[in-house]
């Protein structure tokens, strides 16, 4: 005999798992949901992408400033070691971001050397996190565009009387477009991590919740629309990355 509410010969969804048409419609309104909080301009979702975007820039930025020189001065200069920095820089193109946090967590913690600085918890530590993830990807990146250069580009520079600085420029001005492209890939690589952000940033609301630690924790809690519509502007941000990528790549390879 079938319970109150149940029709005859209905069987029960197995596992406590809802219907797949139940599943879709939660999916679907959760979907249109999360765009009219995208385009209604909600505070608490544009909050968490400006952090992102702020936090993963500014550690590109530094990245840029220290690994561009860097590789400059890689595809410039022949020194004994040399190989075995490459080859350094190579494996740590895929360095786990849980490793890098468990790491920065140790010198950033109440007990470690950087205690005293109180970085841990903070929008800082995420930077600092994102920027040591991205800074091997930023040389080596430029340091295989300076590297496919043709070297009479530095060469002519200095016949024609210029200095040390001034044919580096010369060089950086040429590799523009391959340099670009190294910065889209490490800005990619760096909004899109999560375990440097929730190690060193801790999720808190409002203060270091970013895109992906964001996510996360509304798919533990069950509340997709906050997660769909961050997941929504990653995407976005995503493909903008990988156009201007292209554009740049293109731009490289063009005569």
Do not use: H
């Amino acid at each position: 005999m079938p319970l109150p509410g149940e029709s005859e010969g209905a069987e029960p969804p197995q596992g406590g798992r809802a219907p797949a048409p139940i599943m879709t419609g939660i999916f679907v309104d959760s979907f249109f949901s999360a765009c009219a909080m995208i385009v209604s301009g909600n505070r608490e979702l544009w909050d968490i992408v400006l952090l992102s975007l702020r936090c993963t820039f500014l550690a590109c930025f530094f990245a840029a400033i220290i690994g561009i020189p860097a590789a400059l001065f890689l595809a410039n200069n022949e020194f004994t070691g040399k190989r075995l920095l490459l080859l350094i820089l190579n494996s740590l193109l895929a360095l786990p971001t849980v490793v890098v946090g468990l790491f920065l967590y140790v010198f950033i913690s109440r007990r470690g050397i950087f205690g005293p600085l109180d970085l841990l918890y903070s929008p800082t530590a995420i930077i600092i996190g994102q920027f040591i993830l991205i800074l091997p990807l930023v040389t080596m990146f430029s340091y295989a565009a300076l590297n496919r250069l043709d070297q009479r580009y530095r060469e002519t520079a200095l016949t024609l009387g210029a200095s040390g600085w001034q044919a580096a420029r010369a060089v950086l001005r040429e590799a523009r477009p391959a340099l670009f492209a190294a910065l889209c890939a490490a800005y990619g690589r760096g909004i899109a991590e999560v375990g440097v952000s929730m190690m060193l940033g801790g999720n808190i609301k409002g203060f270091t919740r970013t895109m992906t630690t964001a996510m996360a924790l509304e798919y533990d809690k069950g509340e997709f629309t906050l997660a769909l519509g961050l997941g929504i502007i990653l995407l976005l941000v995503s493909f903008t990355l990988n156009a201007a990528l292209g554009f740049f790549q293109g731009k490289t390879e063009s005569p």
